[in-house]
C-alpha cells in the first residue's frame, strides 16, 4: 500500500489541485470497491460452508461497503463535471441521491437478516467451522485495517471529511470482524449456540449504519450547516485584510463538497470612491475563489466613521440593546434624515439561537426605549437568526 501511494504521488504531481482531488478520491474508491468486494465473495464461501449466519451477515456488511465504495467514485467523477445549462450549481448532490437510495436498500437487507438471526437463536443450525475459517477472518480483519491506514493517508492529503468518515467506518469493520471471530472460537470450544446472537448484533448495528447514513443524505440534500472547520477558513481569510473596516452576514451554501458559494457583507469608509471600494472587494473575491475554491459574492456597506451625530445615535442603539442582557449584538448601522426632519435608524440585530422573545416584541421595545432617549425617531431593525460564524463588524 505504501509503495502504491508513493508510485500514485508521483503520477500525478503535476495535475492541478482539482484534478489531484478527484485522482486521490477515484483511488480511495477503487481500493474500497476491490477489497469489499474480494471480502463478500469469501465470506459468503466460508459463511455457507459454515452455516454461520453471523459470517454471512457480516459479508452483507462489507457488500454495503462495497456500495460505499462504487458511490465514491461517483462522487469524484461527478466532482470534476463542469456545470451544465440544466444544472448551473453542478452535480455533486447526486452522490447523495445515490448515497441515498442505497442507504434504503441496505435497511432493508438489516432487516432480513435480524429475521434470519431470530430464527437461527429461537432454532439454531449446526455451525461448522475449521482452521481455514479462522484464518480467512483473520487476513479479512488485515485488509480491513490496510483501508483504515489507506483511506487517513488520502483523506490526510486531500483534507476530505467523506474519506475520514469512511475510514472509521472501516474501523468499525474491524470490530465487527473481531466479534464474529471471538463467537466462532468460542462455540467451537463450548459448544454455546452463540452464532445467531452474534448475527443479530451485526445486523442491528447494520440497520444503524443506513439509519444515519439516512439522515446525513437527507440533511445533504436539504442544505446542511457547513462544518466548522469550512466557517473557520473563510472568517480566517477574512480578518487578514487590514483595508476593510470589519465584515458580516456570512451565508454559506454548499452543493458538494468541492461547489461552495458565499455572500458577506464587506464595511468600508464611506468617503471611499466607489472604484476603490470594488477593487477592494473584487481581490476578496478573487483570493477566495484561488485560495479556497470558494464562489464568494461581497456586499458594501459604508460606515461613516467620522460623523459625531451618528456617533452619539449609535451609542444610544447600543445602549437600549445591551440593556436587554440578551446576547444581541448589532451592524448595518444607518441613519436617514426624513423629510419631517426626524430621523430613520436602520440596522440589524443578530439574535442567539437560545432567545425565545419573538422578533416583533424586540422592535416594539427597541423603537419604545430609543424614543425614550432621543426623541422622535422610528427603528427600522432586520433580525438575523441564520447567519455563519461570528461576525467581525466595526459597529
Known amino acids: 500500500m505504501f509503495l502504491l501511494m508513493h508510485w500514485f504521488k508521483r503520477k500525478i504531481k503535476n495535475q492541478t489541485a482539482l484534478q489531484r482531488r478527484t485522482s486521490y478520491g477515484i483511488l480511495a474508491g477503487c481500493i474500497g470497491l476491490g477489497s469489499n468486494l474480494i471480502l463478500f465473495v469469501i465470506k459468503v464461501i ?9 459470517i454471512i451477515t457480516d459479508a452483507v456488511n462489507n457488500l454495503s461497503d462495497t456500495f460505499s465504495s462504487g458511490l465514491a467514485i461517483i462522487g469524484f467523477k461527478m466532482a470534476g463535471k463542469k456545470p451544465d445549462h440544466d444544472h448551473p450549481y453542478g452535480h455533486e448532490r447526486s452522490e447523495s441521491i445515490a448515497g441515498f437510495l442505497i442507504s434504503i436498500v441496505i435497511t432493508f437487507v438489516g432487516l432480513q437478516f435480524v429475521k434470519s438471526s431470530l430464527s437461527q437463536i429461537i432454532a439454531p443450525n449446526v455451525v461448522h467451522m475449521s482452521w481455514p475459517i479462522y484464518v480467512v477472518l483473520v487476513i479479512s480483519i488485515g485488509l480491513k485495517l490496510a483501508q483504515v491506514i489507506v483511506y487517513h493517508q488520502i483523506a490526510k492529503e486531500i483534507e476530505s471529511e467523506t474519506l475520514l468518515a469512511t475510514a472509521k467506518d472501516s474501523l468499525n469493520d474491524i470490530y465487527t470482524t473481531i466479534a464474529v471471530l471471538f463467537s466462532a472460537v468460542i462455540q467451537a470450544q463450548t459448544g ?23 439522515r446525513t443524505f437527507i440533511s445533504e440534500l436539504l442544505g446542511h450547516q457547513p ?8 472568517t480566517h ?5 487590514d483595508d476593510i473596516l470589519g465584515y458580516h452576514d456570512l451565508l454559506i451554501h454548499q452543493y458538494g463538497p468541492n461547489t461552495i458559494f458565499a455572500s458577506v457583507h464587506i464595511e468600508l469608509d464611506s468617503s471611499w470612491s466607489l472604484d476603490r471600494a470594488h477593487q477592494v472587494t473584487d481581490r476578496i473575491e478573487h483570493d477566495f475563489w484561488h485560495q479556497l475554491r470558494i464562489h464568494l459574492v461581497c456586499h458594501l456597506d459604508p460606515i461613516d466613521i467620522n460623523n459625531r451625530k451618528y456617533a452619539k445615535i449609535y451609542e444610544a442603539v447600543q445602549a437600549v440593546v445591551k440593556h436587554y442582557d440578551l446576547g444581541l449584538t448589532t451592524h448595518d448601522f444607518h441613519v436617514e434624515e426624513l423629510a419631517n426632519e426626524d430621523e430613520l435608524i436602520q440596522f440589524d440585530v443578530v439574535v442567539p439561537e437560545e432567545i425565545t422573545t419573538s422578533d416583533d416584541e424586540l422592535l416594539v421595545s427597541i423603537n419604545h426605549d430609543l424614543r425614550q432617549i432621543l426623541g422622535d425617531v422610528t427603528a427600522e431593525v432586520t433580525f438575523d437568526h441564520h447567519y455563519m460564524g461570528d461576525d467581525h463588524t466595526l459597529i
Open 192 to 214: 454455546w449456540q452463540l452464532d445467531g446472537w452474534v448475527g443479530l448484533g451485526v445486523a442491528i448495528y447494520i440497520l444503524f449504519s443506513a439509519v444515519s447514513l439516512i
Open 237 to 241: 481569510q477574512l480578518v487578514n485584510y
Open 227 to 234: 462544518s466548522k472547520q469550512l466557517v473557520e477558513n473563510m
Open 46 to 54: 466460508i459463511g455457507l460452508i459454515s452455516g454461520s449466519i453471523s
